[in-house]
């Protein structure tokens, strides 16, 4: 069983589209993240949800829409694509306790990653 | 400044080598720090965490500097496995942690 899985592994759209990207997670953990790997690999956080409560929101265009309908999902929808967007997003989540440093508590687990080209 | 730093490389070192990472970060509130590796195309995976006094699996070491604010990474006797790119993370405990990735080094192992 994949414990982080996210939906669609490639995808390729035209500018101007909307999309969605799915993510589930099967570890039990509070928080979930979505983070942006550019060209240059620079792994990037854009959000963060804890208990389906938006916790961290990075300096990200309003076309980015998280939804969380619950912990053990996250989903990134993605308005009026840029060219600028294509890079690969991965999910991520861990089980963080608010405010406390856990050894290993704080380790992430990747999704594979979702592959987003525009065109 | 950059929140994690890193030389991208990449370093090219033949089998059997020992290379060494620094990564530094500006935050002195720092409070975790963890090295992951990712592979071409893949997702990044937890290598191991980096403890105060230094801490060893196999292999690797990684290395904390509070002082000057700079986590270490030694690879000995380098296998044609270790070729990936290792990232520096570091948490900001803030109510909620924030990881932050360094930009990551590459490293290419040779026969």
């Known amino acids: 069983d994949t414990a982080v899985s996210q939906t669609p592994k490639y995808l390729v759209t035209q500018m101007g589209n909307d999309k969605s990207i799915k993510c589930e997670q099967n570890?039990?953990?509070?928080?979930m993240y979505w983070y942006k790997q550019d060209s240059k690999k620079f792994l990037k956080i854009m959000f963060s949800?804890?208990?389906?409560?938006?916790?961290i929101n990075e300096t990200v265009p309003n076309r980015f829409s998280p939804k969380s309908p619950d912990k053990a999902h996250l989903n990134l929808h993605i308005n009026s694509l840029e060219l600028g967007d294509s890079a690969v997003y991965f999910c991520?989540?861990?089980?963080?306790?608010?405010?406390?440093?856990?050894?290993?508590?704080?380790?992430?687990?990747f999704g594979a990653g979702s592959r987003l080209t525009v065109l | 400044r950059k929140e994690v730093e890193q030389d991208p490389g990449p370093f090219n070192v033949p089998e059997g080598a020992t290379v060494a990472f620094n990564c530094t970060y500006s935050?002195?509130?720092?409070?975790?720090f963890f090295w992951y590796r990712q592979d071409c195309r893949k997702e990044p995976k937890l290598l191991m965490s980096?403890?105060?006094s230094g801490n060893e699996d196999g292999r690797f070491t990684a290395q904390l500097n509070r002082a000057s604010q700079y986590i270490s990474l030694l690879i000995r006797d380098s296998k044609l496995s270790d070729s990936a790119t290792y990232l520096c993370?570091?948490?900001?405990?803030?109510?909620?942690?924030?990881?932050?990735f360094g930009t990551g080094t590459r490293l290419l192992v040779s026969p």
């Open positions: 991520a989540s861990s089980q963080d306790v608010p405010g406390r440093a856990l050894s290993g508590a704080n380790v992430l687990t």
């Open positions: 570890l039990g953990h509070d928080t």
């Open positions: 949800y804890n208990n389906k409560e938006l916790i």
């Open positions: 935050n002195s509130a720092s409070q975790s």
């Open positions: 980096v403890y105060s």
């Open positions: 993370v570091v948490i900001l405990h803030t109510g909620f942690q924030k990881l932050v």
